[in-house]
């Protein structure tokens, strides 16, 4: 138990989320997000707290040892209002709400997320962390006022609240029209932004921001500045080198010092980001970060049962058994001299054990400034030199893992393993690895037989203790992204059926009659209810939900879907040249579109082989499709010849005249 904590366990004891049962026994009264807590605050009118965070998150469990596990906090707390506690992975429909109430009140974000609001659920006041003594006089001031002013509040909430629902009618507003200079417009905007001598974008705290990345790599204007990114994150102390995996940002601009938290979500994003970048510019160090990174989410995120976890945390024990930030990850003089390796010829400036690798207390985070093959050019060492770093890199590895590892968060949640699974399943195709094509296809079973409900739709989280959360717009769309992925890959019209079936679904239960973006949550029991357009470390619903629409249509032959899919990226027209970072996946799907989409499709009997061969390379190619028989699907119809193999280019479902053989259409068409 920690310090302070009572022996008392409170009502987030039989709770299932990792972060909510950190909680458990608190002296703070906590409860979750239930109607108990919301009907106890309207009988005895209380205030409500509302607590937002996750399991991974430093800064939530620093405030947690400050104040929520204070005898004193708890009385004022307890005494005066109805606390609860969200987990943000498991309810992002909450935390998207009240995010959208502290920026409008402060203009910041972040985690942990507190909200005192109405005991009808209407915010009046929030901010992110707080000391001790600053958040008891927070509360005394809104207690106060709620005694002797409370109309006050009222006025707060009630002004709070039609601004809120102003931000979502301005997302139902009439189409603008979007042309190629609006998109170049946006895309200038960035050009300003762009950290020319780390990557990325300027300034610190760096987040990786896939989705800015896969918007660079496909712009002639921006690819360079995606390649240099990618390399300066792999060679950054934000890769982790030793056993894969990326923390969730650093603090510093050059990707030295990460928050050491490690996100499934950002690791299946970049999995994807580094194998199109391997596609289109074959290096060593790309191929580095895909395949350790696949192994750390097979070593340490991977559930017997045959999904993956939610996230490492930041905190690990220590030395002397303390929870500190980075314990598991950093390492002393001390120790590498333990192990013998400080006076090895070249191990210090390889591993960055100097001023550059140097963090704090006498501690260094391993941060290379060359790739392995640059460093023994540059150094005129042997090839072999690479297996003394080999040698190097796993008896560091060997050594880290008798440490006390991160702390686990073990909720498996259908848009993340949707992500996860995208990103193993490119990386599969780009590097021809057929295990990996293997962990995708018992993964995919395990989604099927996981996610989805017998009646149609999704849950999000896979808990069977736990009382069952249905799925949000954010599992539908990257879960109909990856069964797509899926049929690209093993041609198979079940994941189009599949992606088909949840498309429907979410045509009927996600869209409202005044807009054509889809809502969050299917149900509506919040205050508010959401339109997540705008990208954040996971890509925008609806801009996925968007894309999927224009691929499916394309091979279930949906007209109406394609048409729909424009109309939603003409709403976001504005956002996209005034905010194109928040947009860059709405950008990217916008730029897709200035030409006319080409598919490759092949019949016949050597249809997959042919199909692998061609995707081995980097193409231009929107939609790929293969059938060994016969078949009366758009893309196939009256194209099948008995006993030929034959590939199609076509473009907007036009095919040119067939090509009866693989070397004929490589040496006649130019798609790169």
Not at 36 to 56: F, H, M, P, R, V
Not at 600 to 615: F, H, T, Y
Request: aromatic share 12%.
């Amino acid at each position: 138990m920690a310090k302070g904590a009572s022996s008392k366990e409170n009502a987030l004891a039989h709770a299932q989320s990792p972060y909510l049962l950190q909680h458990a026994n608190n002296p703070v009264n906590w409860f979750p997000w239930e109607e108990t807590a919301l009907k106890k605050a309207q009988k005895e009118d209380k205030l409500l707290i509302i607590s937002i965070g996750y399991a991974a998150c430093h800064w939530c469990h620093v405030m947690e040892h400050e104040s929520f596990e204070d005898e004193a906090v708890a009385t004022l707390m307890n005494s005066h209002f109805v606390s609860i506690k969200v987990d943000r992975e498991e309810r992002p429909d909450i935390d998207q709400v009240y995010m959208q109430a502290l920026q409008m009140l402060t203009g910041q974000g972040g985690w942990p997320l507190n909200i005192v609001a109405l005991p009808d659920g209407r915010p009046v006041w929030g901010g992110t962390y707080f000391p001790k003594a600053q958040w008891m006089d927070y509360l005394t001031q809104i207690v106060n006022l709620q005694q002797k002013e409370p109309e006050r509040l009222l006025q707060y909430a009630t002004h709070l609240e039609k601004g809120m629902q102003q931000l979502e009618l301005e997302k139902s507003k009439d189409a603008l029209a979007f042309e190629q200079k609006v998109l170049d417009k946006a895309l200038d905007h960035l050009e300003g932004k762009l950290d020319y001598e780390n990557g990325g974008l300027l300034g610190a705290p760096k987040f990786m921001m896939p989705t800015l990345i896969d918007l660079f790599l496909s712009s002639d204007q921006f690819k360079k500045h995606a390649y240099f990114t990618l390399e300066k994150i792999a060679l950054g102390g934000i890769f982790d080198l030793l056993g894969g995996g990326f923390s969730r940002y650093s603090v510093d601009e050059k990707w030295h010092i990460p928050h050491f938290e490690k996100m499934g979500y950002d690791n299946g994003q970049l999995l994807y980001s580094y194998s199109c970048a391997y596609q289109k510019q074959p290096k060593a160090i790309y191929k580095e970060v895909v395949d350790k990174t696949i192994s750390f989410l097979q070593r340490d995120l991977s559930s017997a049962h045959g999904g993956f976890y939610a996230a490492l945390d930041a905190d690990s024990l220590d030395a002397q058994k303390n929870l500190t930030e980075g314990a598991f990850y950093v390492w002393t003089l001390a120790e590498l001299e333990e192990l013998g390796l400080l006076n090895q010829a070249y191990f210090k400036s390889y591993f960055g054990i100097n001023k550059n690798g140097y963090w704090e207390k006498d501690q260094y985070v391993l941060f290379r400034k060359q790739s392995p093959l640059d460093f023994i050019q540059n150094n005129n060492l042997p090839e072999s030199f690479n297996d003394k770093i080999v040698a190097w890199e796993a008896t560091l590895f060997h050594h880290r893992i008798k440490r006390s590892p991160a702390r686990l968060d073990n909720k498996i949640i259908c848009s993340w393993n949707a992500l996860i699974g995208r990103g193993i399943l490119k990386a599969a195709n780009v590097f021809q690895n057929k295990s990996n094509l293997q962990l995708v296809k018992a993964h995919l079973l395990f989604m099927e037989k996981t996610f989805h409900k017998k009646e149609g739709g999704l849950f999000r989280l896979n808990k069977k203790e736990a009382a069952p959360v249905n799925g949000f717009l954010e599992d539908y769309s990257h879960l109909i992204a990856y069964y797509l992925d899926a049929y690209e890959t093993f041609f198979d019209p079940s994941f189009l059926g599949k992606a088909s079936a949840l498309i429907h679904y979410c045509m009927e239960r996600f869209i409202t009659p005044e807009t054509a973006l889809f809502v969050f949550a299917e149900e509506e029991k919040l205050i508010l209810q959401t339109k997540e357009v705008n990208d954040n470390v996971i890509p925008s619903s609806n801009a996925i939900m968007a894309e999927n629409l224009i691929r499916a249509s394309i091979h279930l032959g949906q007209i109406d879907w394609h048409a729909h899919a424009k109309e939603m990226i003409a709403l976001v027209a504005k956002e996209m040249l005034d905010y194109p970072r928040a947009y860059s996946t709405w950008l990217r799907l916008a730029i897709s579109l200035q030409e006319p989409p080409i598919e490759i499709v092949v019949v016949g009997p050597k249809a997959i082989e042919w199909i692998k061969d061609l995707k081995r390379s980097y193409l231009k190619v929107n939609h790929w499709a293969a059938s060994i028989t016969a078949s009366e699907a758009p893309l196939f119809k009256g194209r099948y010849q008995a006993g030929k193999t034959l590939i199609y280019l076509c473009k907007n479902n036009q095919c040119n005249l067939p090509y009866p053989s693989l070397e004929e259409f490589k040496t006649s068409e130019k798609l790169n």
